[in-house]
């Protein structure tokens, strides 16, 4: 499965914007670019919460995909929102276990201007 077009090709991340630029052996990355139609506020660039959400959720499922070889749909998520997103956006993800049906991933989410931590996340997903 080529992974990175896989994700680029979900309709929801795509309208986003989301870009997974990398996804081997259980890690992911990727970002992206900020727009004034993902802010929260009118008067600065501010990702919306369900943005940055989206962001960790994609490149943590990337992250399982690239072990299973097959698409992972999201049991539950959790996120700590730390810092304001504002700017562009990146993230990088790491299974922490895939095994049975399950598979959990732990998601960091930074802004790329300067890699301020600006959210957490673990994800879990349905892997068989």
């Excluded at 991933?105 to 201007?113: G, N």
């Amino acid at each position: 499965m080529d992974i990175e077009s896989f994700f680029e090709e979900m309709p929801f991340a795509d309208l986003l914007g989301v870009e997974v630029t990398e996804a081997a052996d259980g890690h992911a990355e990727g970002q992206l670019e900020m727009r004034e139609g993902l802010s929260w506020n009118a008067d600065q660039l501010m990702a919306h919460g369900g943005v940055t959400f989206t962001l960790a959720d994609t490149v943590g499922g990337a992250a399982l995909v690239s072990l299973v070889d097959q698409p992972v749909p999201t049991i539950d998520m959790r996120i700590d929102y730390l810092d304001a997103g504002t700017g562009d956006l990146y993230a990088e993800a790491d299974v922490v276990r895939c095994g049975g049906d399950v598979g959990t991933v732990d998601v960091d989410v930074f802004t790329a201007e300067d890699d301020t931590l600006i959210a957490d996340a673990r994800g879990v997903y349905k892997t068989g």
